[in-house]
């Protein structure tokens, strides 16, 4: 009796400690940092991409491409206010040298605010973030044959909102988020021209004489911007953890991403002046240019599969393997099609 009495003390004492560590476990969907507390996640990932055929990728003669391996570098950071408000910081970093583009894939700056606590019968945070893309502006090459990308930005401020909620039993958690970005249209870019193109050749409207005009011709300069139209994005996903012993602990998950289409307002770079008949065909140019980035049709959808394997090595310190497989689903001039999108990194977590 005695002996069956401390064995049912012993695992009912595992079970209320390794719900205690679920609870802190950084990994946590639902973590929140306590007051004055600090955290920090840094990972560093290798994608493997290949690339879908589309409109887009074809004309560049991309599609079927392998792009591997591709960086990705990651770091989140957390300060508790109070037990209930923090202020946190989100920053990504990749570089692809087979397209050679690089930069800034993320970075966002907010706070977030536990509207419903763990006592209740469910947490609940909202959070609200600046979205930080118009640090650097967007940057690529106009060709013949398409926009060549040099970084990740897309040059645009931003704001961010979101929610998420969930519960954990003891050792298992499950939470969900929701959040809509709204990104402000600006001129934050540097699109260069390639001073060879000669997008009138052949043109039948065009006398012969004049087949074969350069962009620099044209009035256009090596640089341009344009006024690019606002835009936004939708997220939406759930997550899982399992506090499998005071060490180790599982988790996975699923997100929806839907980007959607950019849009071109105008050249926001003024155009030197040329005499006729240049002139005439300077504004056609122009307005031809226009008519198709007005709708660029360049939007795509991301279905984000998630699985990790952390390890605690202290209280504060703990150690993270994570994959993500993608698939998604672009529109017709998107660039950003792939037949493959598979990421295998590593996450350390720390606790100040």
């Keep these: 009796m005695k002996k069956s009495l401390k064995g049912l003390i012993a695992i009912t004492a595992s079970v209320i400690t390794t719900g205690a560590f679920a609870s802190s476990n950084i990994e946590n969907p639902l973590y929140m940092p306590k007051n004055r507390e600090v955290y920090l996640k840094t990972g560093a990932a290798m994608m493997y991409k290949t690339v879908e055929k589309t409109q887009a990728t074809e004309k560049k003669g991309t599609d079927g491409n392998l792009e591997f391996p591709v960086w990705r570098f990651t770091g989140d950071i957390g300060y508790g206010i109070t037990d209930r408000l923090d202020v946190h910081g989100h920053f990504g970093y990749t570089k692809d040298g087979e397209i050679d583009r690089k930069g800034m894939h993320r970075g966002r700056i907010g706070l977030m605010y536990r509207v419903l606590e763990d006592s209740d019968p469910f947490v609940l945070d909202l959070y609200g973030d600046a979205y930080l893309s118009g640090v650097t502006p967007m ?16 040059g645009r401020w931003g704001a961010i909102v979101g929610t998420r909620f969930g519960k954990t039993w003891d050792n298992f958690t499950l939470g969900a988020h929701v959040e809509y970005l709204q990104t402000f249209g600006n001129h934050n870019n540097k699109i260069g021209i390639d001073p060879a193109l000669r997008p009138l050749y052949g043109n039948p409207l065009v006398p012969s004489m004049l087949w074969g005009t350069t962009m620099t011709q044209l009035g256009f300069p090596d640089e341009i911007s344009v006024d690019l139209k606002s835009t ?14 005071e ?3 599982f988790g996975a998950g699923f997100e929806y991403i839907e980007h959607y289409d950019n849009g071109v307002k105008s050249i926001h770079t003024k155009l030197r002046e040329v005499s006729a008949p240049y002139n005439t065909l300077q504004q056609s140019v122009v307005d031809g240019l226009l008519a198709t980035t007005k709708d ?14 952390s390890y605690q090595y202290t209280d504060d310190m703990q150690f993270t393997v994570f994959f993500e497989y993608t698939f998604d689903d672009a529109h017709v001039q998107s ?9 295998l990194g590593v996450r350390m977590n720390a606790r100040f």
């Design 139 to 154: 940057k690529g090459t106009y060709t013949a044959k398409g926009f060549d990308f040099a970084n990740y930005s897309n």
């Design 335 to 343: 660039q950003n099609a792939t037949d493959v999108k598979a990421e």
């Design 296 to 309: 660029m049709n360049d939007g795509w959808d991301e279905y984000v599969i998630k699985t990790s394997a």
């Design 232 to 245: 936004h994005e939708t997220v939406a996903g759930f997550d899982a953890m399992y506090q499998m012993d």
């Design 247 to 249: 060490k180790w602990s």
